[in-house]
């Protein structure tokens, strides 16, 4: 029984230890502004991250970190004190993976690959605790059960989207040099338009097929239109050579004078053709 123990308690070590390579290989590659992971779910989750997704992978290093330390010290040190440590730190991990899991299935409809590499490493460690015999991790498999059930009760994955109210809104991406000159465009005109972060938005977009940044969403009482790419924005935006005042904010009456241009204009680009737009989940710069 003992050797059964120290057999599966290595195991836990050696999962451990590649998690911590795992996230230093992430971390290295962020330092030169790449990623192991290059779904669109990344690039969600990273977008939406308060400090940026470097804070995510830094939680997940100190973690295994945290968990190879612990390990090494109950199985070579004979410091079983330790053994408590491990099991909440679990427990807090597969909870928090429950957020992520049902952040991805439930909010943004899309899945981050970095994410899931992630949950497996923390799946296989609490079974492996369970396997040693401490019970104990059942509350952290308890817990991201929760947390999944709780996100699919309040966040349905057909819900209805919603986008802002205003008649103009922009969906662009940080990492898209096309969106911060056409932005810089906008601004010089004084034309008043609502900027939103693609992320939030790129699942429903990419059902109705656009996977590009800049693009433009026109909510005018009879005119519901998408426009990709500077090109056809500018175009909508800037063919009239006055100045447009849009309403987009309370206390702004003056009348909408952008121009109504023929409907050929409205087809967004063809992906083939990426001429002065980026791919949402491609850096751009």
């Excluded at 945290?66 to 070579?76: K, M, N, Q, R, V």
């Excluded at 239109?225 to 702004?252: C, D, M, R, S």
Aim: glycine residues 6%.
């Amino acid at each position: 029984m003992q050797q059964h123990r120290k057999i599966i308690g290595n195991v836990f070590l050696s999962i451990a230890l590649l998690g911590v390579f795992f996230f230093l290989v992430e971390l290295i590659f962020q330092s030169f502004g790449r990623s192991i992971c290059q779904t669109e779910g990344c690039r969600v989750v990273s977008q939406h991250a308060r400090f940026g997704d470097i804070s995510i992978i830094l939680i997940g290093l100190v973690t295994c970190a945290l968990l190879s330390f612990f390990s090494f010290l109950t199985l070579y040190r004979n410091r079983t004190e330790f053994e408590k440590y491990i099991n909440l730190i679990l427990v807090v991990s597969l909870a928090a993976e429950g957020y992520f899991a049902g952040y991805q299935a439930f909010s943004i409809n899309a899945a981050c690959f970095f994410c899931l590499i992630t949950l497996g490493i923390f799946l296989t460690l609490g079974m492996l605790r369970l396997l040693y015999g401490e019970t104990n991790v059942l509350a952290g498999f308890l817990s991201f059960a929760v947390v999944l059930a709780l996100f699919y009760l309040v966040l349905p994955a057909e819900r209805t989207v919603t986008f802002p109210e205003d008649e103009l809104i922009l969906f662009y991406s940080k990492e898209c040099k096309y969106c911060t000159e056409l932005m810089k465009e906008v601004d010089a005109h004084k034309i008043r338009i609502t900027h939103v972060l693609v992320g939030e938005y790129s699942g429903f977009l990419k059902q109705i097929g656009i996977e590009h940044v800049p693009t433009l969403y026109v909510n005018r009482q009879n005119q519901k239109i998408f426009l990709t790419g500077t090109e056809a924005i500018g175009q909508y935006l800037f063919a009239n050579k006055t100045k447009p005042a849009v309403k987009t904010v309370p206390g702004i009456t003056e009348p909408n004078r952008l121009p109504i241009l023929n409907d050929t204009l409205f087809n967004t680009l063809n992906a083939s053709d990426d001429k002065g737009m980026c791919k949402e989940t491609e850096k751009c710069d």
